[in-house]
């Protein structure tokens, strides 16, 4: 199979990937490709550092405001529709660029994962969901290592969302996701995909996303969260469970103080930069850049270049 070759800047959220993105995109007539679980989803704009609509007329983007919060938007449907825009953003002569920190869409489309749709039943994870909340994420993780110890070896314990998912695929299917994953069919898009990884000290990236939450707090996102309770759109949906959002609908029920609410936020996207750091060290083929030392746009560029074109640089 001759692969098709592509790029994508990985890295931790607050590492910069958004803003040198657009920098290379138009250095290199690139369009992107976000990579971004919550960006797919329509309104939920501050509180996933959505690029704004008027610089995406400048550079177009991909895979942002798919669908709306309530509707279901799976592994399987990113795979496909990332894609299907590779393949249109070629046919005009642009380069894509993938950009993004969600790890498991990456898998599904460069690694042949196994991006199939599973059964699903709101009801079962919503009885595990409850369940985590009346007597504690480490007993549903206990439970999750008892029919699945692979997957629960793989999940925090404090990831509610994904634990409940995969009991809910072992309560309908009478199969560990584990298995299901390692007997399934899986699809090879046939991209030559390199990791173009961008880092800071771990210090240096908490900073940034204590300065970059205040600043989300401080101006629309609070709005937001209210704009969306008030058409309906609250934490029965997984999007607006999401890191910072669940914080502020607790803030507008009164559960938590807006102090209470920001600090959990800051806490929870520490905890995430932790795990993504974790992840994306495992990611092949990867070159490496230090954004503490300089912003690396020139031999980024160039790495881009010499892996889209190989022998050609006229781009």
């Excluded at 007597?135 to 409940?164: C, F, W, Y």
């Excluded at 959002?245 to 559960?255: C, Q, T």
Aim: glycine letters at 6%.
């Amino acid at each position: 199979m001759n692969r098709q070759p592509v790029v994508a800047l990985i890295g931790a959220t607050a590492v910069g990937k958004t803003a040198l993105s657009l920098s290379v995109a138009e250095k290199l007539n690139a369009e992107v490709i976000s990579v971004d679980s919550r960006q797919v989803y329509r309104y939920m704009d501050v509180g996933t550092d959505k690029i704004p609509a008027s610089l995406r007329r400048e550079i177009p983007h991909h895979l942002i405001d798919v669908v709306d919060p309530d509707e279901k938007f799976t592994v399987s449907d990113f795979a496909e529709k990332a894609s299907q825009a590779v393949s249109r953003i070629y046919a005009r002569n642009r380069i894509p660029l993938f950009v993004g920190g969600t790890p498991f869409y990456y898998n599904a489309l460069f690694h042949a994962s196994l991006n199939a749709d599973l059964p699903s039943d709101s009801d079962v994870r919503g009885k595990y969901e409850a369940l985590a909340n009346s007597q504690g994420a480490e007993l549903l993780h206990m439970r999750l290592a008892e029919v699945d110890p692979e997957t629960a070896g793989r999940l925090h314990k404090n990831d509610i969302q994904r634990v409940s998912r995969a009991l809910e695929i072992y309560d309908l299917t009478g199969k560990a996701p584990s298995q299901i994953y390692s007997e399934g069919t899986k699809r090879d898009y046939g991209f030559d995909i390199l990791y173009i990884g961008l880092s800071r000290s771990r210090q240096e990236l908490f900073e940034r996303i204590e300065i970059r939450l205040e600043q989300e707090y401080s101006s629309d996102f609070p709005a937001e969260v209210e704009w969306l309770l008030n058409h309906g759109f609250d934490d029965r949906f997984n999007p607006l469970k999401g890191l910072g959002y669940k914080e502020l609908i607790d803030y507008s029920r009164g559960k938590l103080t807006f102090t209470n609410a920001l600090e959990i936020s800051i806490s929870r996207t520490k905890a995430f930069c932790r795990r993504q750091q974790t992840w994306f060290k495992k990611f092949a083929p990867a070159v490496w850049f230090d954004m503490s030392e300089s912003s690396h746009e020139v031999e980024i560029i160039d790495t881009i270049r010499k892996h889209i074109c190989k022998e050609d640089s006229s781009i």
